[in-house]
């Protein structure tokens, strides 16, 4: 079983940055594809951002392209999610996902998920 722990959220001010953390509980991280799920009141949850198991593949959402930056450290079984320009409607729980093979590209398939992290940010 995979634990994830995520880390890293907050209250920002519209065009702030955080960076998100995901730190995995395997000593086979190499393996798994990562990725950033987000799901904000009252709505279902929506896919963020994954990696592939070298970080030589990335896939974003429309809504985030060009503002986050998914990137993962194999050595320390960590994957980030850098968010900048944040707006409000950024704001949600964020959920770090790992799935063993193929790239995330939707919830379909996910196997261990983190509790979630709290990003809220104010106009």
């Known amino acids: 079983q995979v634990q994830l722990v995520e880390s890293g959220g907050g209250l920002v001010q519209a065009g702030g940055s955080l960076r998100l953390s995901c730190a995995a509980s395997?000593?086979?991280?190499?393996?798994?594809?990562m990725g950033w799920f987000r799901q904000a009141s009252g709505k279902e949850r929506e896919f963020v951002a994954s990696i592939n198991w070298s970080g030589g593949n990335t896939y974003y959402a429309n809504s985030v392209k060009g503002r986050f930056t998914i990137s993962r450290d194999n050595a320390k079984n960590t994957a980030y999610l850098q968010m900048t320009s944040l707006k409000p409607e950024d704001t949600a729980i964020y959920y770090c996902?790992?799935?063993?093979?193929?790239?995330?590209?939707?919830?379909?398939?996910?196997?261990?998920w983190g509790r979630g992290t709290q990003v809220t940010v104010s106009s």
């Open positions: 996902a790992a799935r063993s093979g193929r790239p995330i590209l939707s919830g379909l398939g996910v196997a261990h």
């Open positions: 395997t000593r086979t991280f190499s393996s798994y594809s």
